[in-house]
């Protein structure tokens, strides 16, 4: 098993900055991406960026520029710094680890960000 805890959401103005942080426990060994997704109100779950274990990074085309995703291995971490942010980008963010093998799929709680002035 794996457990992801995310933390940093709130309320932020339009144009400002925050940092999601993800904590992983567990079975961490055989984690190959994790990454970010985000839901809003009456919406589907979208991707937002992962990383690989490899290093490789994919970004959604609307957060491209403005979000960066990185990870602090010894500390089991992974974050979302995410600027110019815009009242789109309201939303509960989800932390997303996967596993192989087997091949599982591990989501954290969410964290609520809002953009609005």
């Known amino acids: 098993q794996v457990q992801l805890v995310e933390s940093g959401g709130g309320s932020v103005q339009p144009g400002g900055s925050m940092r999601l942080s993800c904590a992983a426990s567990?079975?961490?060994?055989?984690?190959?991406?994790m990454g970010w997704y985000r839901q809003a109100p009456g919406k589907q779950r979208e991707f937002v960026a992962h990383?690989?274990?490899?290093?490789?990074?994919m970004y959604a085309d609307s957060v491209k520029g403005r979000f960066t995703i990185s990870r602090d291995n010894a500390k089991n971490t992974l974050y979302l710094q995410m600027n110019s942010l815009k009242p789109e980008d309201t939303a509960v963010y989800y932390c997303?680890?996967?596993?192989?093998?087997?091949?599982?799929?591990?989501w954290g709680q969410g964290t609520q960000v809002t953009v609005s002035s």
């Open positions: 997303h680890a996967s596993r192989a093998p087997p091949a599982t799929d591990y």
């Open positions: 567990g079975n961490i060994f055989s984690i190959y991406r």
């Open positions: 990383i690989t274990s490899g290093g490789m990074i």
